[in-house]
């Protein structure tokens, strides 16, 4: 599963959301993004898990979510990519970076080799637990690659009602801007429910320590890694499923050259 689907498969832990708030049993972190090369994407309703409001993973970003915003309505996050729109000449980002979230920093590599890949818009509506649309923003991924492994880069104006952090995170301070990074343990299981989480698992869920995400055609596990920060009013992150020689230090040092940017 390469990176595209797991974070379109948070977003499996982090652009996730919650399935609702009826209901213990819908109270799941539901990943699906199945996608298929050229496809669009199924809309995806992302949730945390460590607060009264909705996570961002920034998007990533996934949690279940335990409330919503007083005033808000808003209890899940629907994220769409078309996977058929991107643009691979790194000279069009300007564009869309205009369009979606202008301001934001970004760069064409890293020092430490990752290159950009791909762009997509990534568009996500607000609903309440009624399915209802009551808003929508638009935010960037770029997908870098460097010897067969990959990382996304996302940058989405933040949201009154998003989570954007977790008692989890390693904090650091990076060129003035509080910098979050985490390693998440995730565990993808088939829609259907013929295989459930123990309840160990569960729990550990519950409390926001791992992640449960549902749409796999068999039990998966594997680990999130993420940097994430807010700054001048949008959420970045940088996230991959397959880190490969990369280190905390490595991500806090491309969250700094895209600040520095």
């Known amino acids: 599963m390469d990176e595209l689907k797991m974070e379109r498969t948070i977003r499996e832990t982090l652009k996730t959301t919650a399935e609702g708030l009826e209901a213990p049993d819908k109270l799941k972190t539901r990943i699906d993004f199945a996608i298929r090369s050229g496809e669009a994407q199924a809309p995806v309703r992302r949730r945390p898990k460590w607060g009264k409001k909705l996570a961002a993973v920034c998007l990533v970003a996934a949690l279940a979510v335990t409330g919503a915003v007083a005033g808000s309505g808003v209890v899940g996050w629907y ?15 300007a564009e869309y970076v205009q369009e979606h979230v202008p301001g934001a920093k970004y760069v064409a590599s890293f020092s430490n080799g990752y290159t950009f890949d791909k762009g997509y818009e990534d568009t996500v509506d607000k609903r309440d637990d009624s399915g ?10 770029l997908t870098y ?21 977790s008692p989890y995170d390693d904090v650091s301070t990076v060129a003035g801007t509080e910098v979050h990074y985490r390693e998440m343990k995730g565990i ?7 295989i459930q989480p123990t309840a160990e698992e569960q729990a550990a869920f519950e ?38 020689t990369l280190t905390a230090d490595d991500f806090f040092q491309m969250a700094q050259e895209v600040i520095e940017a």
């Open 207 to 244: 409390r926001g320590e791992i992640n449960i995400a549902y749409g796999s055609s068999e039990r998966e596990e594997n680990t999130f890694y993420r940097v994430s920060w807010i700054e001048d009013g949008l959420a970045y992150s940088i996230y991959t499923y397959n880190p490969g």
């Open 132 to 141: 209802n649309t009551l808003g929508s923003f638009t935010g960037i991924m």
């Open 188 to 194: 993808a299981l088939p829609g259907d429910g013929s």
């Open 79 to 93: 994220s769409s990519t078309m996977l058929n729109q991107n643009w691979t000449d790194f000279s069009e980002t």
């Open 145 to 165: 690659e460097k010897d067969g492994a990959d990382l996304t880069f996302a940058a989405e104006p933040v949201q009154e009602e998003g989570e954007y952090t």
